[in-house]
């Protein structure tokens, strides 16, 4: 089964710096996708970014860009110029390509980001 | 706002008992997504539906079951509640069964058993 793993419970950063999350995960499969998902204090999960495992060019949306490395089954995220915005749970998480089947997604522990201002 | 609708926002009940959570997917979303957040097993999938089918089945207990229905909403019936079930339980819907395209989530349930 594949696992996802992020090694800091939590991480702080002052505001306008750039921050590093970590993840990695264990999985057998070639073919599957990786996100973060941002949970602030409302409880809401919200898609930061998602990364196709097919492909080498990583994703990038405005001040968040991811670092994959697929030998590595490494995934992190990076937030530049951070904002006070962005404290929130950060989770990393794991879907394998279905082709045309189904399946859910499976969770890290999460990274608590504090921004200090 | 996600446009997934879940309902109730909170709810207290007693061991033994069942409750039913309900969720609304995104308007022209046909895949229905259920999880559980709670602290001691973090966020687990537990159930899929599209267009009215089961199509993928996770860390569901037993004593869960889930339902989507010809207007495509869901509902999660979780039974002889026990104090470790207390947890978020959130709803996510996409458009496709195979979640090509984002999921989106609800604000979910906050269940807590006494």
């Known amino acids: 089964a594949q696992t996802v793993t992020q090694s800091q419970p939590e991480m702080s950063v002052q505001e306008a710096e750039t921050v590093t999350l970590s993840c990695t995960y264990d999985?057998?499969?070639?073919?599957?996708?990786l996100f973060w998902y941002k949970q602030p204090p409302s409880r809401q999960m919200i898609l930061v970014i998602r990364?196709?495992?097919?492909?080498?060019q990583n994703a990038t949306e405005n001040r968040f860009s991811v670092n994959f490395q697929k030998a590595a089954k490494s995934f992190s995220l990076k937030i530049s110029d951070s904002q006070l915005g962005d404290a929130a749970m950060y989770f990393c998480?794991?879907?394998?390509?279905?082709?045309?089947?189904?399946?859910?997604?499976?969770f890290g522990k999460g990274t608590h980001l504090i921004i200090q201002p | 706002d996600s446009g997934v609708t879940q309902t109730p926002k909170h709810l207290i009940t007693a061991t033994g008992q069942r409750v039913t959570l309900r969720c609304s997917p995104r308007?022209?979303?046909?895949?229905v997504y259920w999880y559980q957040q709670s602290l001691d097993q973090g966020l687990q999938f537990l159930i899929q539906?599209?267009?009215?089918?089961?199509?993928a089945k996770g860390n569901i207990l037993e004593r869960f079951s889930a339902q989507q229905f010809p207007d495509l909403h869901s509902e999660l019936n979780l039974s002889s509640l026990e104090l470790g079930d207390s947890a978020l339980y959130f709803c996510?819907?996409?458009?496709?069964?195979?979640?090509?395209?984002?999921?989106?989530f609800g604000q979910g349930t906050r269940l807590t058993v006494v």
């Open positions: 996510a819907s996409s458009y496709s069964a195979i979640l090509d395209t984002e999921a989106f």
């Open positions: 998480a794991y879907r394998k390509y279905s082709g045309g089947g189904a399946d859910g997604l499976t």
């Open positions: 539906y599209y267009n009215g089918e089961e199509r």
């Open positions: 308007s022209g979303d046909l895949s």
């Open positions: 990364q196709e495992a097919y492909k080498q």
């Open positions: 999985t057998s499969e070639s073919d599957y996708y």
